[in-house]
């Protein structure tokens, strides 16, 4: 590693505590994976270490991690009985929702060899997907309407340096990573807590732009793609700083470039073109497009993970409609670096993005205080899975309409026409 490791190291754990979550004093931590994999890697143990002891010098009572471990996920699905991928550990979902019902906060790292289950059986990866989404449902709905103050992170490890940087291998892809990992998250500054601040000032700016124009709907127009996204009435456009139920202020993705909103599930129209693979559980859903009437997929075609993506689009009913639509210039700085990550959660904020699934309730006036038969009654979508997928580029061009169906420009080249 290189010899300022542990000290970046440091100022990212300080950022993850500080500035995503918001820690609050007295307030316990849960430090757990992504869904499909039901726990934080053991690989990602330095990160890990380092987010406790900051957690506990600022004051938490206790520290809690779900642990995974990517080996045993991979003989799970090289070993075990073929009919058993619909079961699905007990602990995650009990114990993450027992954290968010409790008030306690959440962090999420995400530490995954994007080519993990590259070349399982589909079957297997379709109910195994199936099962988390069924499973986590009732994370998936808390965390949809800030039920507590949450956080996703990402830590290098070797094999996704290695899909990142593929003429580098084991501990030098790593370090490349962790190098690319701190400079987008700005840990490079003398200051990140306050570069941090200065950045969610700029994205706070844009959201009350757009909350400003109340548009009835968006057109988005680049290669391959031209789709019209219609918009709720008192649809509220959210960026990097958030409040949780309680009201603390916290900053869910580290990092974050976008901001964004809920389209109304029954008005998208058209064709959208993917511009970068989808990494999701373990698999690649690469070179793909979508096409959609009356709010529902209608049509889709992929080169590669054609089936994966069958599945998720056949998850119920809601994940074959929109939840999300996300701005994102291309000037981005994880767009500027001209790396793919293979892992959404980075990927998503190099460019603008839609999500097939579940709408944050948050996302719409008085949403968060909706039951679920009036939260799509006023347009919004509900879904057992929320998948983000990228298609924004620098050929990207976005309008906001207008009631009257007039067209006012947003996004030319894939850039704000509103910001400096």
Known sequence: MHPDFEHSLTKYADLIIKVGLNLQPGQRLLISGPATSGGVSIEAAPLVRKVAEIAYRLGAPLVEVLWSDPAIIKQRFELAPGDSFGGFPVAPPYVTTTTIDRGDALLVITADDPDLLAGQD???LSAAQRATAEN???VSSRISSNKTNWCVAGAAVPAWGERVFPGLSGADAETQLWDAIFHICRIYSADPVAAWQAHLGRLAAWRETLNAKQYDALRLRGEGTDLTIGLPQGHRWASG???NAAGV??????????VFTLPDRVRVDGTVRATKPLS???ALIDDFSVTFAGGRVVDYQARYGEELLSSLIETDEGAARLGEIALVPHSSP???SGLMFYNTRFDENASSHIALGRAYKFSLDGGTSLSDDEFTARGGNLSRIHIDFMIGSETMDVDGLTADRRAEPLMRGGEWTFAS
Do not use: H, K
């Open 280 to 282: 999701y559980g373990g």
């Open 136 to 138: 986590m449902a009732g």
């Open 334 to 336: 994880i767009s500027q």
């Open 241 to 243: 700083a958030m409040n």
């Open 122 to 124: 589909a079957a297997r």
């Open 249 to 258: 202020p916290f900053t869910a993705n580290l990092p974050t470039e976008e």
